[in-house]
């Protein structure tokens, strides 16, 4: 697929490694300007996070889609997001996976993440508020689970909902020395198979997450 015009999230994408055509094109056709607080609409489309309140941010765009492209996500895939913010990756997800369920902590949040991806023409997304650490166990297994805030390990809930031959990605540390890593899920366990870089993000909070009482 060729991509025409210049797309300055494309590029930036493209330059750092990203070589997926599907994940390059939604980058192209979902418009970040759509999923920013208003505030932040004048610099949507730098390369850069965007702060969305309660102390969370959305990552930079290049971030995002080296994630979604790590996935390895196929067109029937159900596709579990802990993070949904509001709603840029989701969509980004959406464009790629047959279905996603996103949950974030936050109800504004996911309100709003509601309304930016109806305006986009968003439909098979089902978004929820509560705890992400403890995953969906209503809709699992999943294909895919993509963990947008850190912690030192996988929760344990997100590695029984994730799918014999499934991929999930998560930052692990949350101390500020954040590093992405890939699982697989292998004879039911999971299988840390590609380092993906460093990376900040904001702490993962739950009952299996930073907060979690000992």
């Known amino acids: ?7 300055p999230l494309v590029e930036r994408a493209a330059a750092l490694g990203v070589t997926d055509e599907r994940v ?25 996070p965007v702060p969305i309140g309660h102390g969370q941010t959305t990552s930079q765009p290049s971030l995002i889609a080296h994630v979604v492209a790590e996935l390895e996500l196929q067109a ?3 596709v579990l997001e802990v993070g949904t913010g509001l709603g840029y990756q989701t969509a980004m997800l ?15 949040l996911v309100e709003a993440a509601r309304g930016n991806l109806a305006a986009h023409g968003v439909h098979n997304v089902v978004l929820a508020s509560g705890d992400g650490t403890e995953g969906w166990p209503e809709h699992a297994p999943f294909d895919a689970i993509v963990v947008s805030a850190a912690f030192e390990e996988v929760p344990p809930p997100l590695a029984e909902q994730l799918a014999e031959g499934g991929r999930l990605i ?15 899920k292998v004879g039911g366990a999971l299988v840390a198979d590609r380092r993906l ?17 000992d």
Request: no cysteine.
């Open 94 to 108: 959406a464009a790629i996976a047959d279905e996603v369920f996103s949950i974030d902590r936050f109800v504004d």
């Open 197 to 213: 870089g460093a990376a900040r993000y904001v702490p993962l909070r739950g009952r299996y997450g930073s907060n979690r009482e």
């Open 76 to 78: 029937t895939d159900r």
């Open 170 to 184: 998560q930052p692990l540390g949350g101390k500020r020395k954040d590093e992405l890593v890939r699982f697989r």
């Open 1 to 7: 697929m060729k991509h025409r015009g210049r797309h």
């Open 24 to 48: 390059l094109e939604a980058v192209r056709q979902i418009p970040r300007v759509n999923f920013v607080p208003p505030a932040a609409r004048l610099i949507a489309n730098r390369d850069a």
